[in-house]
């Protein structure tokens, strides 16, 4: 009786918390779209990609026009004469060029990173969406495991009444029993734990479940050894050296000298108004013409510390990209190798275990209700073939996390 109490009261506390919560089941596809949508990471690349945007116009800046205005007595005892002159700074052209280049290679970054950002939310969301799937079928299988040691429980204390076995076997069966409730409810709260998580990767306010609870292998995508070339994240570290190049050329364009127009108009009070003439300018003559420069550095070693600068991020870079791709290639290597290796053992699993798990139950069911074997030899069997059944659930759960692994590393959503 006590059991039984307890047993409803843990079956009603997860009723309750699941009529609580009220979980929106979500398929994977649309939980995807949804992390994606509300994910803090993606929406931070989305606003640096458009800040990238907008710096790429900011290359083709020329400076600010200066206006310059003087009055005085600049050209003779005249006071009132007045000059106004505005001298325009250019860049040399090819710094246009090279900042053009440049605002291209940082925009296709920053996209970069955004892809990088959604493949490893992809990974997340996939990764415990499956896992929850897994923990769901496991709660079917250790209800069966609840069923079979119950019966099994029921069988020996009816022995133990009738004088066929002793008190210890009688215990041994009621703590076996026990022990799958405590499995039960520990899988139980597991998977809460895991609808939070999802829950936290959707950034939803209510609680969010998955929309299947059939465990089966995910198809694996194609790949080979180089299939890590695909990885967003590896080709944002790429384009870091692109952008370090750029940045290195658009440094060096700066060096050459800059350009400088200009345009005034002024008076030249008591000036001669033409060559050979009497006739002296008034304030109401102007005098007009253009200016043309250029501006070299006299002192080019800072100049060129910068370049030096540049080339020295730019090498930072390449060691950065050689790192990362060192590292994906050791990642796909070992993913590949998992999935191999868990491959094999559920194709043993479902060939030969798990067709014997089953014989091995029914069997051993009716052997022990007929008197045939004992507690010992019921046990042994209901404990062999329920690790068998759960040794097959983890590796499909193995399988298929090192599956989201490897289409993580190949950058496959």
Do not use: C
Request: proline fraction near 3%; charge should be positive.
């Amino acid at each position: 009786m006590d059991k039984l109490i307890f047993t409803l009261l843990f079956m009603g506390s997860i009723f309750v918390t699941r009529g609580q919560n009220a979980p929106v089941p979500r398929t994977l596809e649309n939980a995807l779209d949804i992390a994606v949508k509300n994910n803090a990471g993606v929406k931070a690349s989305l606003y640096d990609l458009e800040s990238s945007k907008a710096q790429k116009k900011t290359y083709g800046e020329i400076g600010k026009t200066n206006v310059i205005g003087i009055f005085g007595q600049y050209n003779s005892a005249a006071k009132a004469d007045n000059n106004f002159t505005i001298t325009q700074s250019i860049p040399f052209p090819t710094v246009f060029t090279a900042g053009a280049a440049l605002g291209k290679a940082t925009v296709q970054r920053s996209t970069l990173q955004m892809n990088a950002v959604e493949n490893e939310l992809a990974y997340q969301v996939k990764s415990v969406y499956h896992h929850l799937i897994y923990l769901k079928a496991l709660h079917r299988w250790i209800m069966r495991q609840d069923s079979l040691f119950a019966g099994f429980e029921r069988a020996s204390n009816v022995r133990y009444r009738t004088g066929e076995i002793s008190l210890i076997e009688k215990t041994t069966a009621e703590t076996q029993a026990r022990q799958v409730k405590a499995q039960l409810m520990q899988n139980a709260a597991d998977i809460r734990i895991y609808q939070t998580r999802l829950q936290t990767l959707l950034n939803e306010n209510t609680a969010v479940d998955v929309s299947t609870a059939t465990l089966v292998a995910l198809p694996l995508p194609d790949y080979d050894s180089t299939s890590f070339s695909g990885n967003p994240l590896l080709n944002f570290y790429k384009q870091q050296i692109v952008v370090a190049d750029k940045q290195k050329n658009l440094t060096r364009s700066r060096i050459l000298p800059d350009l400088t127009i200009g345009y005034f108009n002024q008076t030249l009070i008591g000036t001669p108004v033409q060559l050979n003439s009497s006739e002296l300018a008034t304030a109401s003559n102007r005098f007009q013409g253009f200016q043309a420069g250029v501006s070299i550095p006299l002192w080019i070693g800072p100049h060129t510390a910068k370049v030096r600068a540049a080339n020295a991020q730019m090498h930072v870079a390449e060691s950065e990209f050689e790192l990362q791709q060192k590292n994906l290639k050791g990642q796909l290597d070992e993913a590949i190798q998992e999935v191999q290796k868990y491959q094999e053992v559920i194709t043993y699993y479902q060939t030969s275990s798990l067709p014997n798990a089953d014989l091995l139950i029914s069997q051993s069911q009716r052997a022990y209700q007929g008197g045939e074997i004992g507690y010992l030899e019921y046990l042994q069997s209901l404990r062999t073939a329920t690790e068998l059944q759960t040794a097959y659930i983890n590796a499909l759960n193995n399988f298929n996390q090192s599956v989201i692994r490897l289409e993580y590393l190949t950058g496959k959503r």
